[in-house]
């Protein structure tokens, strides 16, 4: 497994390579026709929430599901999972051959074959359904190349401009691009571009919108569901922690109403997958005190959504934010977000080519005003000055990227074992 990662990443002269001629030839050269429902969903945020709530409510109705997301946090396993389970190193080492025989001289990013592969996991495994989170944008995404039976579009705001353009209007044209003519395409943003708006209209999408098409109300401690003629109360709270998963779990129903012809789904299975789902990372709180967040989030319109969750939780007496962010990522924005949310920043260099060193990171935030800043090498070792510095009743939250949360979930297991 290893070997084969290692091979991927250096197999393609660039690592985001946006275009669907390549995987497409490989597609059709491999055979892959999945004839079970596929639902491809995309968004800035929120997506691999969904896929999660989604997968997981299918799975307990009885189905057999494929899911594939990325990126994966302590291990490659976690993208290609089958009923929530990442898949055993020998049959993703098995797509990855496959992959490999079917290419012939057609160069393929580290994206694309795992995209083809886990493709090819799922119809060896001959799941009932696919759930495919999109990687990047949408319109050119590998996942693009095959076709969906739902679409779904979470939410759109800025990231990867340098690949998806940098106004709302031109990223939600391009996660606009999943959506096909005469299927559902669902949207949850509360204000969709006219671009995604007016391209569904072109292609002659079928579009559910978020407050028009269907919707959410909510009642202390459950909620209700409505799309068209159909209803369903008395819903528990996502176990995923956040005020922003009812939205979510509301697009997660939406693509189950849109699917209830092929696979029809029971209210049991409902509130079953709703109360069990399972998503490390997103705001996820810790067992014990001092009260601990760990939150991927590393863009603007995530930083909005951790601000707004972190102001729902109790006091703290001290707030500490264990930081790191990469290079290409909007830091002065997230920053400005959640500023007030903390009274000491720990900030730790990645060391990756796309990383940040701590001293970079620490001398932007100071010269946003920002007091109470600590330098570290790494992020455990921010992690641990947390540790030492935080109370019963301080809170610590660790955010900024994907790899800040996975630095420290590896080092809690290093020494926990």
Sequence with gaps: MADWLAYLEAAHPVGIDMGLTRVARVRDAMGLAPDFPLVIVGGTNGKGSVCAMLSTVLNRAGFKVGTYTSPHILRYNERVAIDMQPLADEDIVAGFAAVEAARGDTSLTYFEYGTLGAMYAFMQQQVDVAVLEVGLGGRLDAINAFEPTVSVVVSVDLDHQAFLGDT??????????????????????????????????????????????????????????????????????????????????????????????????????????????DWPGRFQVLPGRPLTVLDVGHNPHAARALADSLKRLAFASKRIAVFSMLSDKDLPSVVSLLRDEFDEWLVAGLDMPRGRSADDIASELEGMGIKGVSRFADVPSAWDAALSRAGENDRIVVFGSFHTVAEVMQHRLHHRA
């Design 168 to 277: 709302r209007e031109k990223v939600g044209f391009e996660k606009a691009g999943i959506y096909r003519a005469g299927k559902v395409a669902i949207c949850a943003d509360p204000n969709p571009p006219q671009s995604l708006l007016e391209h569904a209209a072109n292609i002659g999408a079928d579009l559910k919108l978020l407050g028009r098409d269907f919707g959410i109300s909510r009642l202390d401690n459950q909620w209700s569901f409505h799309m068209g003629d159909s209803h369903r109360h008395a819903l528990p709270i996502p176990a995923l922690r956040g005020e922003y998963q009812l939205v979510n779990a509301a697009t997660a129903l939406a693509a189950l109403e849109a699917l209830r012809p092929l696979l029809p789904v029971g209210i049991g299975a409902i509130k079953r997958g709703l109360l069990e789902v």
